[in-house]
Each structure stands twice: as C-alpha cells, then as structure tokens.
C-alpha cells in the first residue's frame, strides 16, 4: 500500500508541474489512483481549475512583463524628451539673446538698400584713406548679407522651437499620466497575481491532499461555471453519422490539414474546418470521461476526454470551440453534444470556423501521439 501512495503522489506531483500537458493517468495495474479509489468527476474539476489557474497566472505573467517593459521605454522616452525640451529651451533663449542685440543692425539693413549703405560707409567720416575704404566698403556690405541671412534662421529657428516646446509639453504631460496608468494597472496586476497565487497554491494542496486521502467518498459534482449552456447546436448533432467501431468522426466539415510534416513543421493532429456561418456541432469521438473543460490562450475552448477501449487507454482532444457543453468529470459517450466548432486561440491566418482533434494513444506513463486517421472514420465511411 506504501508503495502504490508513494507511486501516485509521484504522478501527481509531475502532474501538477507539467502543466502544459494534460494529465493523464497509469492502468488499473500498474497505479491503484485516486480515479479508481474516489469520485472521478470531484478530482478532474480540481485538476481542470487549476490547470485553468495556471492559465491564467501565465497570462498574467506575460502581460505584467510586457507591461512592465512599456514602463520602463515610457520612463526613457520622458527622460529624452525632457532633455530635448532642456536643450531646446536653452537653444531658444541664446537665439532670443542674438536677436535682441542685433535687432537695430538688422532693420537698419532691412530698410536700406545696398548702394545707399555703401554710399553711407564710403563717405562717412573716418581716419581710413578714402581708397582704402572702397575695399572695406565691399567687405563690410558681404558681411552684411551673411549677417541679414542669420538673422532670419535665427528668427525660424526661434519660431520652430516654440512650436516644438508647445508640443512637447503637452505631449510630456499625456506621457506623465499615461505612465502612472501603467503604474497603476502594474500594482493591480501585483495584487491580483498574488491572489491568484494563493489560490493556485491552496488548490495544489487540496489535489495534493486528496491524492492521499483514499476514503472513496461520492462527493456532489459542482456545476463548472466556466462552460455555457450552449444547447444551439445539439439538435444538429443528430447529422453527423455515428460510425459502429470504437471511434467516430467529431463533427462536420473538411479535413485541411492532417497528421504530418506540414509547413516546416510535424502536425499531430488533424485541422477540421467549416465555412458555413451556422452552429457547426462536435461530439465525443468515443465513450470516455472528461478530464478538461477549460479555456486556453493556445487552444481556445479545449476539451480533453480519456477513453479505454479493449483495455488501452486513449485521450481525445477538440480545440478551438466555440462554445462548450461539458465540464471536467462528466461521463460521455460516443456521438454526444460536446459543443460548437469555434475560432477562439491561436488560429493563425484560417477565417473559417475550425476544430482541431488529436489523438493519444496511453502506455503506462508513456504518451504517444498517433494519426486520428488510423482510428477514426472518413465522414463517407
């Protein structure tokens, strides 16, 4: 007996940290578990909230990253545009500086013609010979352009330098508030993770507690709150054939993808989709018990559902749904409504309604991914 608890509270544990692969478990004769010893449906909702639990701390995580990342670009884009403003607003005052101590040259300039001012500065009153001064005349009237020319970029330059600081400004004031919203929502975020931690931890213990508690009690089964009583579609789900042998194909649609080396990558499964714009049905591809229900970033609404057929086990798995009728825990047999075939995860570029649907084939503790199209029947067939 010491030997089949030490045995599964390994299983359970490598359950708990595995958390991307749904939890599967040994047979009858190889782990005497908490499926045979107490209530199925009690166990798998727990392991389904808390698998939906880790979901979301990973969410979390990931968003409190990317948040804290724009943080810290806000804090140095500020920390640039208050330099800028610095620079700028010393630039403007220096120019400011040039153009009032000139100001008398420049409107001198501005009012007098070239021929008169050279006139002035020929014949004014000076101890330079009068030849010598037609040579600096000349200089002195180039060196009133160049003046006349600096004036006025200095005048623009002034003018776009106002215009840059009036923006800036406000722009470092919708910066400001806009950083402390992300502030804000980071310690929110803190908070909420915090919660959730504490919940995920407690939820550990409790499936860690109940691993190890072998009273067989028929515990009420709590209705999943995470699923909807999406009922549309059952009356459809009489349309799709149900195949005699052990597994029967999960929906209506078109095969668009299939088990195998696809895209650059190994496809494991098989991408159903339909085009049309009405409920599309899913049903349980054989008779089996559901050990997820849940909802995923990748996968969207996701069911998983372990069967044992001519005593070897198999998990199913429907992702992308758009709805879900089942929760963790529920018996289902082959053909039965499980829900709607959806658009919800990553989908990538496929605007059709799809569902994606593998099969695993269960050794012990050893999972292995098999074609769905060696176990599964064309719609045709």
């Known amino acids: 007996m010491k030997k089949h608890i030490a045995f599964f509270t390994g299983v359970i544990i490598l359950n708990i940290f595995n958390i991307n692969t749904p939890s599967v478990f040994a047979t009858e004769t190889d782990a005497p578990s908490l499926i045979q010893s107490t209530d199925k449906g009690e166990f798998y909702q727990l392991e389904n909230k808390y698998d939906s639990l880790v979901e979301q701390l990973e969410a979390l995580e990931t968003s409190i990253k990317q948040n804290k990342a724009e943080y810290k670009k806000m804090e140095e884009n500020i920390s640039k545009l208050q330099d800028k403003i610095s620079k700028t607003q010393h630039e403007t005052k220096e120019l400011q500086s040039f153009i009032h101590r000139q100001k008398k040259r420049f409107e001198y300039i501005d009012q007098h013609s070239i021929f008169r001012r050279y006139l002035s500065y020929l014949f004014q009153s000076s101890d330079e010979k009068f030849y010598k001064r037609i040579k600096q005349g000349i200089q002195q009237i180039k060196s009133d352009r160049q003046f006349f020319k600096e004036y006025k970029i200095a005048q623009e330059k002034i003018s776009k330098n106002m215009n840059f600081l009036s923006q800036a400004k406000y722009s470092l004031e919708s910066s400001k508030v806009e950083l402390q919203g992300i502030n804000e929502l980071l310690e929110e975020q803190y908070e909420t993770k915090k919660n959730l931690s504490n919940e995920h931890n407690q939820l550990k213990q409790q499936i860690q507690s109940q691993s190890l508690t072998n009273k067989g009690s028929k515990a009420k089964k709590k209705k999943d709150l995470s699923i909807g009583d999406y009922d549309f579609a059952r009356n459809k789900a009489s349309d799709i054939p149900i195949h005699k042998g052990a597994f029967t194909f999960p929906t209506i649609g078109t095969i668009s993808s299939s088990y195998g080396y696809r895209n650059g990558k190994w496809e494991y499964g098989l991408t159903i989709q339909n085009k049309s714009n ?57 053909g039965d409504y499980l829900g709607t075939m959806g658009k919800t995860g990553d989908i990538g570029s496929s605007k059709s309604k799809i569902l994606y649907f593998d099969i695993k084939k269960i050794n012990g503790n050893t999972i292995e991914n098999v074609n769905p199209l060696f176990y599964i029947p064309l719609q045709n067939q």
């Open 278 to 334: 009405e409920a599309i049905p899913v049903v349980a591809a054989a008779d089996g018990i559901v050990t997820h229900s849940l909802f995923s970033n990748k996968w969207g609404n996701v069911i998983y559902i372990l069967h044992k057929i001519d005593k070897v086990e198999f998990e199913t798995m429907y992702a992308h749904l758009n709805t879900r009728v089942v929760q963790a825990g529920d018996k289902v047999s082959k």
